[in-house]
């Protein structure tokens, strides 16, 4: 009898979690975006760049008025098109440090993007059942939907049961048709062209040989420095990051080229990449140059230079 009863106060006890729990979890009702001018909406600085660029262009983006709310698309408001911003900048920086990147417009039918984007939250699922789907993470774009007449909203994603947006939406509006495209340009200061493209943007002067050898470094080139070495310093002329997927530099590619021959001619161009060295302490950072004409070395302070074979100097002679 005692089991009994105590096996019904715990189903009730369960039961009444559950209701508790329900109710506490119950998704608030979205409330509706405003509506406000085109002319409020304004595509940020791509989230690589923020922070270490500024918009290199005569607009005053401080002047742009307030965006209005965020939320649900009223049923007042019939969208012609959808803009979307680039979340990264391109694969390519100038010498002036100038990086492009896209506000894309998209145009069709809207039916599946609103129903998408003004579906209710999900209740939250029980954190032990909380797993992670694509349609979950996180936003990372910026977009907003504009009307026939101007007009423009900032939609907000349905919440899904793990917490996460629901970015069904913007799916959609990337599965329309993009009728154009409007490059936009940041301009990076030197320490974020080193950090994003792993290169030095600045070379006061090409390494200089010695006893080590390259394979001690752990090299695997993400992206790469141009240097103009006809003047009495290297004038750097853009980067570019490179396809990890096919490394140029790495300790295998180095591997199996020889080491260079006696060579006296002068290289007028050199890309640069940085690698750390295990070596030191503090994993310092070293200066990779190869030339790219003359004697088509590889080189670094204090290490052994190595011929660079063809596919590599045709493979960092790209400029796109």
Not at 40 to 64: H, Y
Not at 218 to 229: E, H, K, Q, V, Y
């Amino acid at each position: 009898m005692n089991g009994r009863r105590a096996g019904l106060t715990l189903f009730v006890a369960v039961l009444l979690a559950m209701t508790a729990y329900g109710v506490a979890t119950t998704p608030q009702p979205r409330t509706a975006a405003q509506i406000g001018s085109a002319d409020s909406f304004v595509c940020p600085l791509p989230q690589n760049v923020s922070g270490s660029a500024d918009i290199p262009t005569a607009a005053d983006r401080s002047a742009v008025s307030p965006r209005p709310a965020a939320g649900t698309v009223p049923t007042t408001f019939a969208p012609t098109s959808a803009v979307v911003c680039d979340t990264f900048t391109g694969d390519t920086v100038a010498a002036d440090g100038t990086v492009s990147y896209f506000e894309r417009h998209y145009s069709g039918d809207f039916g599946p993007v609103i129903e998408a984007l003004n579906a209710p939250s999900s209740r939250p699922a029980w954190p032990i059942f909380c797993g992670t789907s694509e349609y979950s993470m996180p936003p990372l774009t910026d977009m907003w939907l504009i009307d026939a007449d101007g007009r423009a909203l900032e939609p907000t994603y349905p919440i899904g049961e793990c917490g996460f947006d629901n970015t069904l939406g913007l799916y959609e509006i990337q599965s329309l048709t993009e009728i154009s495209a409007v490059e936009l340009y940041a301009r990076l200061d030197p320490t974020a062209i080193d950090l994003l493209f792993n290169c030095p943007s600045a070379l006061t002067t090409l390494p200089i040989p010695g006893p080590r050898s390259l394979l001690d470094l752990p090299i695997f080139a993400s992206g790469f420095c141009r240097f103009d070495t006809t003047g009495p310093v290297p004038a750097f002329t853009g980067a570019r990051t490179l396809d990890i997927a096919e490394p140029v530099l790495s300790q295998e590619v180095l591997a199996d080229l020889p080491a260079a021959t006696p060579c006296t001619e002068t290289a007028t161009s050199v890309v640069a990449v940085t690698v750390t060295d295990p070596a030191t302490s503090d994993w310092g950072p070293v200066t990779i140059a190869v030339e790219l004409d003359g004697c088509r070395r590889i080189l670094g302070d204090g290490f052994i230079p190595i011929m660079a074979s063809p596919n590599i100097v045709t493979a960092l002679s790209s400029t796109g």
